[in-house]
């Protein structure tokens, strides 16, 4: 893509984007979200550089010790010390640009690899609601609502669609002596790898801002731990240790639930024993652990861990009347997760530096009996595959920053589960640069641009897609966003 017909045609979305800014700099610029509020401090204290999600040391041991640091009172006292709720919204917009536009069809029915037009429209994407922080002494939470305007079409669904998303209570307790500090705690949440504080794995890894408009693109396997199937369907019960700050053990059961309270924290509707389909997957309990060695020395900080997780999904019901959801009739494939992660950082302003790294194996026991969880039929009764992750960030005086992320799978050939290629290959390999500027704390701009390197096991125009070949790169992707969080 030539740089002067993108800034031709990003001169729009420029504008809109800096409509937002001037909305934000006459907002109060103390009026950070929730947990901010709550402690006082600025955002640069809890999240390198100030940019969400990525935590320091002090903001793993806010959520650590349940959201509860700061002077808020118990819930349960009639008076505060906080002057505003505990509440903070989000909103997301965004304008995708793609590199192919061609139509691979006929002309009655078109099967376009990234859309009809050059580009989507730079309109909202999300918004959501925040809640949560200090409940009492020891018990605190972390509560999101989502509505979302787009549903992987180039044009909008049919209307804003909304439930809860991450969501999380958390309850702990911390005993320093005079040569030990232990912390301890249990949670509930509605995501696996919620729980995670290093920000290497699930919904805090540091390219969390994500392609609202994928239309036709194949999306690249995915490990089940890591792809998180089941988010906001199931949910996790925990338990965790961090000792003297360097030793940390957690250990968790998923499941989706049937009924009962526990269902308020999901979407959708609940597992049903019928006919009649679910939205939960994991529907047999399911185990997670995680291990990890954390040093801190200065402004810097290293953590190594492992990460493991067995899933028994629930494969797609086959009563072609019913919707088509897991379901207890539904065949079980088994999901054997093992992997290791590692994050350093260095925080020292004006230089902010963070490192992510996670490599994670899956064999897959399948049950050849029907469709899986995706709705797809394996051919093989066992397959293998290695999901690969990597980032580095680099931030100046927590406003201008640069990201670089990598992402690759490979393992063992599948035509049932990977189609693009005669060979059914998982191979996938895709870099995304991305730089981004804070103007005020409140406001994030960025520009982001995803190109695959190989895809279904090939480099060039190798690739079955509607019956033409394509090559990985007719899938590139690029995206200019405007992120308001208060």
Same mark, same amino acid.
């Given at each position: 893509?030539?740089?002067?017909?993108? #800034?031709?045609?990003?001169? *729009?979305?420029?504008l809109? #984007?800096?409509?937002?800014v001037? #909305? &934000?700099?006459?907002?109060? &610029?103390?009026?950070?979200?929730?947990?901010?509020?709550?402690?006082?401090?600025?955002?640069?204290?809890?999240?390198?550089? *100030?940019?969400y999600?990525?935590?320091t040391?002090?903001?793993?041991?806010?959520?650590?010790?349940?959201?509860?640091?700061g002077?808020?009172?118990?819930?349960?006292?009639?008076?505060?010390?906080?002057?505003?709720?505990?509440?903070?919204?989000?909103?997301?917009?965004?304008? $995708?640009?793609?590199?192919?536009t061609?139509?691979?069809?006929?002309?009655?029915?078109?099967a376009?690899?990234n859309?009809?037009?050059?580009?989507?429209?730079?309109?909202?994407?999300?918004?959501?609601?925040f809640?949560?922080?200090?409940i009492?002494?020891?018990?605190?939470a972390?509560?999101?609502?989502?509505? *979302?305007k787009?549903?992987?079409?180039?044009?909008?669904?049919?209307? /804003?669609?909304?439930?809860?998303?991450?969501?999380?209570?958390?309850?702990?307790?911390?005993?320093? *002596?005079? !040569?030990?500090?232990?912390?301890?705690?249990?949670?509930?949440?509605?995501? &696996?790898?919620?729980? !995670?504080? /290093?920000?290497?794995?699930?919904?805090?890894?540091?390219?969390?801002?994500?392609?609202?408009?994928?239309?036709?693109?194949?999306?690249?396997?995915?490990?089940?731990?890591?792809?998180?199937?089941?988010q906001?369907?199931?949910?996790?019960?925990?338990?965790?240790?961090?000792?003297?700050?360097?030793?940390?053990?957690?250990?968790?059961?998923?499941?989706?639930?049937?009924?009962?309270?526990?269902?308020?924290?999901?979407?959708?509707n609940?597992?049903?024993?019928?006919?009649?389909?679910?939205?939960?997957?994991?529907? !047999?309990p399911?185990?997670?652990?995680?291990l990890?060695?954390?040093?801190? /020395?200065?402004?810097?900080?290293?953590?190594?861990?492992?990460?493991?997780?067995?899933?028994?999904?629930?494969?797609?019901? $086959?009563?072609?009347?019913?919707?088509?959801?897991?379901?207890?009739?539904s065949?079980?494939?088994?999901?054997?997760? =093992?992997?290791l992660?590692?994050?350093?950082?260095?925080?020292?302003?004006?230089?902010?530096?963070a490192?992510?790294?996670?490599?994670?194996?899956?064999?897959?026991?399948?049950?050849?009996?029907?469709?899986?969880?995706?709705?797809?039929?394996?051919?093989?009764?066992?397959?293998?595959?290695?999901?690969?992750?990597?980032?580095?960030t680099?931030?100046?005086?927590?406003?201008?920053?640069?990201?670089? $992320?990598? +992402?690759?799978?490979?393992?063992?050939? !599948? =035509?049932g589960?990977?189609?693009?290629?005669?060979?059914?290959?998982?191979?996938? +390999?895709?870099?995304?640069p991305?730089?981004?500027?804070?103007? =005020?704390?409140?406001?994030?701009?960025?520009?982001?641009?995803?190109?695959?390197?190989?895809m279904?096991?090939?480099?060039?125009?190798?690739?079955?897609?509607?019956?033409?070949?394509v090559?990985?790169?007719?899938?590139?992707?690029?995206? =200019?966003?405007?992120?308001?969080?208060?």
């Amino acid at each position: 893509m030539k740089l002067t017909s993108l #800034l031709e045609r990003a001169r *729009g979305s420029i504008l809109v #984007l800096l409509g937002v800014v001037s #909305l &934000a700099v006459s907002l109060d &610029a103390s009026a950070i979200p929730v947990f901010a509020r709550q402690t006082g401090f600025k955002c640069v204290a809890c999240h390198v550089g *100030g940019m969400y999600p990525q935590l320091t040391s002090l903001g793993r041991m806010f959520k650590l010790t349940g959201y509860t640091l700061g002077n808020a009172n118990d819930i349960f006292n009639l008076t505060t010390n906080i002057d505003r709720p505990p509440v903070a919204i989000m909103v997301q917009t965004a304008r $995708q640009y793609y590199t192919n536009t061609k139509n691979y069809g006929t002309p009655s029915t078109p099967a376009a690899i990234n859309g009809n037009s050059p580009s989507s429209s730079m309109d909202a994407q999300v918004f959501s609601v925040f809640a949560g922080g200090h409940i009492t002494d020891n018990f605190g939470a972390f509560l999101q609502f989502t509505a *979302g305007k787009y549903s992987g079409e180039q044009t909008p669904s049919t209307g /804003w669609g909304g439930s809860i998303d991450n969501s999380e209570l958390r309850y702990a307790d911390r005993i320093v *002596g005079q !040569d030990s500090d232990l912390i301890y705690g249990v949670y509930m949440n509605n995501r &696996a790898l919620m729980s !995670d504080v /290093w920000n290497n794995m699930g919904p805090w890894q540091s390219g969390w801002i994500n392609y609202f408009n994928t239309m036709s693109a194949p999306q690249a396997p995915t490990t089940f731990l890591m792809g998180e199937t089941p988010q906001h369907t199931e949910v996790g019960v925990g338990a965790y240790l961090f000792k003297d700050k360097t030793w940390y053990a957690e250990l968790a059961i998923h499941k989706s639930p049937t009924h009962g309270p526990f269902s308020l924290l999901t979407s959708g509707n609940p597992p049903s024993n019928t006919a009649n389909g679910s939205n939960g997957t994991v529907i !047999d309990p399911s185990p997670y652990l995680r291990l990890a060695y954390n040093k801190e /020395w200065g402004p810097h900080s290293f953590e190594l861990g492992l990460h493991s997780m067995t899933t028994y999904a629930h494969g797609i019901n $086959q009563n072609t009347s019913a919707p088509q959801n897991s379901d207890y009739s539904s065949p079980v494939s088994t999901y054997r997760d =093992v992997g290791l992660d590692a994050q350093y950082q260095y925080v020292l302003d004006p230089h902010y530096f963070a490192a992510h790294g996670r490599i994670t194996h899956e064999s897959m026991n399948n049950n050849l009996s029907g469709p899986n969880y995706a709705g797809a039929t394996p051919t093989n009764a066992t397959d293998t595959l290695t999901e690969t992750y990597a980032d580095v960030t680099y931030i100046y005086k927590a406003k201008y920053g640069a990201l670089l $992320q990598y +992402q690759g799978a490979s393992g063992s050939s !599948d =035509v049932g589960l990977y189609g693009m290629t005669p060979g059914g290959s998982p191979d996938w +390999q895709a870099w995304t640069p991305h730089v981004f500027w804070a103007p =005020v704390q409140n406001v994030r701009i960025g520009y982001m641009y995803t190109f695959y390197t190989k895809m279904g096991g090939v480099t060039g125009n190798q690739l079955t897609f509607n019956g033409a070949s394509v090559s990985p790169h007719d899938f590139n992707t690029s995206m =200019v966003y405007a992120t308001l969080i208060y």
